[in-house]
């Protein structure tokens, strides 16, 4: 693409090597016109067939990682074993528990050490 600030080396590059040029305006336009998802052509029916594939993919990988999970339960469950862990989110299972737990600005810390003792 050449811009409208394209300078004389870059013109000269362009010139010295017979590169193709498009600016910004027929950039668009080609954009505009271009058929969605790849069009009707052989292209087309190739991304589209890739895309199908990878969620065929992607719904075996869930629903294989479903079976695991809710054989772990049971098993867990057999042995009479309960197990939250599995089953937190990232921010429950990390979550300070103690104000020492609490990392970064000690200003900042103080402040809500503060607020939590008025609170």
Do not use: C
């Not at 017979?18 to 190739?46: M, V, Y």
């Not at 042995?79 to 609490?102: C, N």
């Amino acid at each position: 693409m050449l811009g409208a600030d394209a300078g004389p080396k870059k013109i000269e590059t362009i010139r010295k090597n017979n590169i193709k040029t498009i600016n910004e305006d027929g950039l668009f336009q080609l954009i505009r016109t271009l058929p969605a998802h790849g069009g009707s052509g052989k292209a087309g029916q190739a991304a589209a067939a890739k895309k199908a594939e990878e969620q065929k993919k992607i719904r075996e990988i869930a629903k294989e990682m479903d079976q695991q999970a809710k054989k772990q339960t049971q098993i867990a469950a057999a042995k009479g074993v309960v197990s939250t862990v599995d089953t937190q989110l990232w921010t429950e299972k990390y979550a300070p528990k103690a104000l020492k737990d609490i990392i970064g600005n000690k200003g900042i810390v103080e402040k809500l050490q503060k607020w939590l003792r008025d609170w």
